[in-house]
């Protein structure tokens, strides 16, 4: 079936600009995750959703940081006055329940200028 | 200290050779244990869960050590498609559904 995707593959920004980032996970999945990853590094946990709710959003860095899940299915990461510190791959995951195992979308990578 | 170390590597070795990668992770109560492989460029996936008595999937061995706080991945027989980043990962419990991962272990299997 289907797995996570996400839009865009890549985005290219200045810095100060708003970025938003897709994330479609795996239909039924009822619970999603945010990481973000630099180079040389592991996933770092940004935010996760139990349905529509934002059930632990203690990795968020910053207040320009803000996600959303509407619906309880695709989620839109958004990320106001972009620094270049923000440069990175996002990485959205999803799982059938909270406690099932993580499968992970291709990523967006988004430079900073 | 991070949560999750790993030996960065990377570990270069021959078609057909055992290789084995260690993690060591800090949090006592942590729960849930995996290894992720990733390859260049893509995204994380799941190689296999690690049960506290050991489990194995074909050539693929995880091994937890509660005691230690200790992980280990052993590969047998390593064929040029095992070349990736291994990724150490945690579920530190408590409620908390976040997966914390390790830096990886590069691995470069040579012809």
């Known amino acids: 079936g289907a797995g996570v995707s996400q839009t865009p593959s890549n985005k290219v920004t200045e810095k100060g600009k708003y970025v938003e980032l897709r994330c479609d996970p795996i239909?039924?999945?009822?619970?999603l995750y945010w990481y973000r990853q630099s180079l040389g590094q592991g996933p770092e946990f940004l935010i996760y959703?139990?349905?529509?709710?934002?059930?632990?959003d203690s990795g968020l860095p910053n207040d320009r940081f803000f996600a959303v899940r509407p619906e309880g299915s695709v989620s839109t990461l958004k990320i106001q006055r972009t620094e270049r510190g923000d440069s990175a791959v996002y990485l959205c995951?999803?799982?059938?329940?909270?406690?099932?195992?993580?499968?992970f979308g291709p990523g967006t990578r988004l430079l900073v200028l | 200290r991070k949560e999750v170390e790993q030996d960065p590597g990377p570990f270069n070795v021959p078609e057909g050779a055992t290789v084995a990668f260690n993690c060591t992770y800090s949090?006592?109560?942590?729960?849930?244990f995996f290894w992720y492989r990733q390859d260049c460029r893509k995204e994380p996936k799941l190689l296999m869960s690690?049960?506290?008595s050991g489990n194995e999937d074909g050539r693929f061995t995880a091994q937890l050590n509660r005691a230690s706080q200790y992980i280990s991945l052993l590969i047998r027989d390593s064929k040029l498609s095992d070349s990736a980043t291994y990724l150490c990962?945690?579920?530190?419990?408590?409620?908390?559904?976040?997966?914390?991962f390790g830096s990886g272990t590069r691995l470069q299997v040579q012809p």
């Open positions: 995951a999803s799982s059938q329940t909270g406690t099932s195992p993580q499968y």
């Open positions: 239909s039924g999945h009822t619970a």
């Open positions: 959703f139990q349905g529509t709710g934002a059930a632990d």
């Open positions: 949090n006592s109560a942590s729960q849930s």
């Open positions: 690690v049960y506290s």
């Open positions: 990962v945690v579920n530190t419990g408590a409620g908390r559904r976040a997966l914390t």
